[in-house]
């Protein structure tokens, strides 16, 4: 006899796309809005506890820093710091160490690299680890958590019901899709966002159906929990003001201000990160203890600079209603904006870079927001007719459109969150700008650059993991690989040469002298076939997907996955063809002597 719960499993897996997305949409959509209500109510519920520690006011409230603030005792911030950081980092690394430190990166890694396969005990270990980290005062938000909750969430649910890789890679994103749309309440933004994080100048297109059905379940269950309230207060905007040639400038220098504190972030919380892994190399200190390192510098920080505590979205309402800065003049009001600003930065590489479970999402729109209030004092207000609280807005988008490489996400989340899509416009403009300003290094470090083939994709996140069995490996030189392959003569005929293109799927094209002119794609072919008979250079290229001969395989991996091209072709410095290096040649020499130096370990064992 065939139990309920098969007939339900056979019956989404027999339904067409459209009904069955419907239904596990709707399914990790309340389920992941369930999970982050509670999680919401853990972070209150312990932040009132620690009110005690710090004798400050015993509210329930998600932000910290409101309770450091009016504290009668600030003295003790640094024991609720580290006492909560102690819990977490137990926790953690007992527990689930994936939990561990900022949600986004990992989630991705898990993505393009593990599968869209995580630790089952994850949701529950980072829910009540993150709750503890920002409750206790630590610098971060949820949203990195949350993301870490829902993915994990929609890979339980995948293997409750049985469902293949494919299904297991959407309900991942959905799950994520999901949780930022119970924390922004932003339904769009949060699909659109969800679907944006995993590349840096791309989007997982076939998730975008799945993930606004679950971003729209989640919001349905957050609204009656908290309100239909948004998290900043809603602007007074004039269209004409928004859409005023002045104020199109005023974004694209918002864009130009915003870029460099954005790397300036970037760079200080990753050099934080590194120093604390090896300040726990040197002293043999437990992994476990590592946050609470960093959070009793930040402790020390929070005595005098309470409001640097937290997630500091309380502080954000109250400088939009124009209740915080009442008594500074305007010149102190500049000095205090930019050092705020900077301390935040330090605070969350403290309390997260040293490994404390939580997000830099939260502090990131903190930080984007007092630069972009900033940047209204100071210039904003000179040159448009806008009200210095607008760039404020702006700036949250800009500042992590910039660092997140996601500008469309950001822009429509935050234009959500203080429920004005007239912001879409200029929140999306000053984050494209302040996105292409900002090389360098990524803030999410596995993130892809684009959709990729899948082999590519592979050999790429070798080199990028760090697996110590492949170092050695990676620094051979890829002339070693080199293959003659097949070329075709610049005075070719396409269908002289279309069975080369077909098996090699990259042909180089050179002249008589031998120097690579460019290539001809098979995909590129198959939309002209009605060219065989014209010369090879009507469908050649001369964007050549090329290599030194004197590269390491590293840099192969490296330069493969931004070409996307199944091979590289060797060129020598006075341009004359040498050969290709296939992807695929590369992954099975990696394999074998990974295996074979395994095999020989294990011997040894």
């Not at 000095?335 to 490994?355: E, H, R």
Request: hydrophobic share 45%.
């Amino acid at each position: 006899m065939i139990s309920m719960k098969s007939k339900i499993i056979g019956f989404i897996k027999k339904a067409p796309y459209f009904e069955k997305w419907i239904m596990l949409g709707a399914l990790v959509g309340l389920f992941v809005g369930i999970m982050i209500s509670l999680f919401n109510y853990l972070i209150e519920a312990v932040a009132y506890s620690f009110s005690y520690i710090v004798d400050g006011p015993h509210i329930f409230t998600s932000d910290f820093a409101i309770i450091a603030m009016y504290s009668k005792n600030r003295i003790l911030i640094p024991l609720s710091l580290v006492l909560g950081s102690l819990i977490s980092g137990v926790l953690v690394y007992k527990f689930s160490k994936e939990a561990e430190g900022p949600g986004m990166d990992p989630t991705i890694a898990a993505y393009h690299f593990r599968c869209a396969i995580v630790d089952e005990k994850l949701p529950l270990i980072k829910m009540i680890a993150s709750a503890f980290t920002l409750a206790s005062g630590g610098s971060g938000g949820v949203q990195g958590p949350s993301v870490q909750i829902g993915a994990g969430l929609g890979y339980i649910m995948h293997k409750v019901l049985k469902l293949n890789h494919e299904d297991r890679r959407i309900l991942f994103i959905s799950g994520i899709s999901a949780a930022l749309s119970s924390i922004f309440r932003s339904p769009i933004g949060a699909a659109i966002y969800s679907i944006e994080v995993f590349y840096q100048r791309d989007f997982e297109v076939k998730a975008l159906v799945p993930s606004i059905i679950s971003s729209v379940f989640a919001y349905i269950v957050t609204i009656p929990i908290f309100g239909v309230k948004p998290l900043l207060p809603p602007l007074k905007i004039s269209i004409s003001e928004i859409l005023a040639p002045g104020s199109f400038l005023a974004y694209a220098l918002l864009g130009l201000f915003i870029a460099p504190f954005g790397v300036l972030f970037t760079i200080t919380f990753k050099k934080f990160q590194k120093t604390f892994e090896y300040v726990k190399d040197k002293t043999k200190i437990p992994e476990y203890f590592k946050p609470v390192v960093g959070a009793t510098f930040l402790g020390v920080l929070g005595i005098f600079f309470p409001y640097v505590l937290g997630q500091g979205r309380e502080i954000l309402v109250k400088i939009a209603e124009g209740s915080f800065f009442v008594d500074y003049q305007e010149v102190s009001l500049i000095t205090f904006l930019l050092f705020v600003a900077l301390l935040k930065m330090i605070a969350t590489s403290l309390s997260i870079g040293s490994g404390g479970s939580g997000g830099i999402f939260g502090p990131s729109i903190f930080i984007g927001f007092i630069l972009g209030y900033l940047f209204g004092v100071l210039i904003g207000k000179n040159v448009s007719p806008l009200d210095p609280i607008i760039f404020a807005y702006i700036g949250t988008s800009a500042f992590f459109g910039a660092i997140s490489k996601s500008p469309l996400g950001s822009s429509i989340i935050v234009s959500e969150m203080a429920e004005s899509y007239f912001l879409v416009l200029p929140t999306l403009f000053a984050s494209i700008i302040s996105r292409e300003l900002t090389k360098g290094p990524p803030m999410y470090s596995y993130q892809l650059p684009s959709r990729t083939r899948s082999d590519v994709q592979t050999l790429y996140s070798i080199s990028l993991l760090g697996d110590p069995s492949y170092k050695k490996l990676l620094e051979i030189p890829i002339k070693e690989f080199i293959e003659k392959g097949y070329v075709a003569n610049i005075s070719s005929k396409v269908k002289d040469v279309i069975q080369h293109i077909f098996a090699q799927e990259v042909l180089p094209v050179v002249s008589k002298d031998g120097k690579v002119l460019g290539i001809v794609k098979a995909d590129t072919l198959l939309s002209c076939l009605e060219l065989l008979e014209h010369p090879i250079k009507d469908v050649m290229t001369t964007d050549i997907p090329s290599i030194d001969p004197n590269e390491s395989l590293r840099n192969f991996a490296k330069k493969i996955m931004i070409e996307n091209s199944p091979l590289l072709v060797v060129i020598d410095s006075s341009g004359k063809y040498l050969g290709i290096v296939r992807c695929k040649k590369i992954l099975e020499f990696l394999t074998i002597n990974n295996l074979s130096t395994f095999q020989v370990g294990n011997s040894r064992q």
